[in-house]
């Protein structure tokens, strides 16, 4: 059974206080590994897909990275506005498995200014 | 460009009560998904159609129906709601699967609450 576990369950940072948040996954075959960010009331954003290990990729203070059991998002100065959920989720196995995707609980992340 | 759209964004109904919550988008995609978003549960899989007519259970199906007739509608019904299906739905929609992103775009959610 594919499992998907982040840490924290919730971060309080200071502005311009870097830090990183932690998904590690047990799956069969990994097809992909995906960030996603979620505001209060809304749906989850797309945010970065990781295909293999060693794999980066940044979007403004948001850098992704991928090992062959964890994944981290680094978060470089933050800003209040990058307060919400960060939700990770790995797609694995067979095509056929129908690209569902299994969801950790996510890291609840909160900038003050 | 109005992506993926849910309705409504708010329901409560009554204990036995049938409800549809409705999902349409725009990006002719061929797969769709509903998951509910519950706390202590994450987001977890109820049901996912590959195309028009084809569609198959998720991880927690009992209790829900689906069917997709047109690419770009696909409605969830809770034939008979009990409480412990007040959650938080979310409907999301991928390409298709012969390109190489798998990630899924999410709609804005619907909030059930059965009383």
């Known amino acids: 059974e594919d499992q998907v576990t982040q840490s924290p369950e919730a971060l309080r940072l200071q502005e311009g206080e870097s830090s990183s948040l932690n998904c590690s996954y047990t799956v069969s075959g990994l097809r992909g590994l995906f960030w996603y960010r979620q505001d209060p009331g809304k749906g989850p954003e797309f945010l970065f897909t990781l295909y293999s290990a060693g794999e980066e990729k940044e979007k403004e203070r948001l850098k992704a990275t991928l090992t062959k059991k964890e994944s981290f998002l680094h978060i470089t100065a933050p800003k209040p506005e990058d307060s919400a959920t960060y939700l990770c989720a790995v797609q694995a196995g067979l095509e056929t498995s129908g690209s569902r995707l299994t969801f950790g609980e996510g890291t609840q992340l909160t900038v003050n200014p | 460009d109005a992506g993926i759209t849910q309705s409504p964004r708010y329901k409560i109904t009554e204990t036995g009560r049938q409800v549809t919550l409705m999902c349409h988008q725009t990006?002719?995609?061929?797969?769709m998904f509903w998951y509910r978003q519950d706390l202590g549960h994450g987001l977890r899989l109820i049901y996912y159609?590959?195309?028009?007519?084809?569609?198959d259970k998720g991880e927690v199906p009992d209790g829900y129906v689906v069917s997709r007739s047109k690419t770009e509608n696909f409605p969830l019904t809770l034939e008979s709601a009990t409480r412990s299906q007040t959650s938080v739905y979310f409907c999301?929609?991928?390409?298709?699967?012969?390109?190489?992103?798998?990630?899924?775009?999410f709609g804005p959610g619907t909030r059930l609450t059965v009383t």
């Open positions: 990006w002719s995609h061929s797969y």
């Open positions: 159609s590959a195309a028009a007519d084809i569609t």
């Open positions: 999301a929609s991928r390409k298709d699967r012969a390109l190489p992103s798998y990630e899924q775009y």
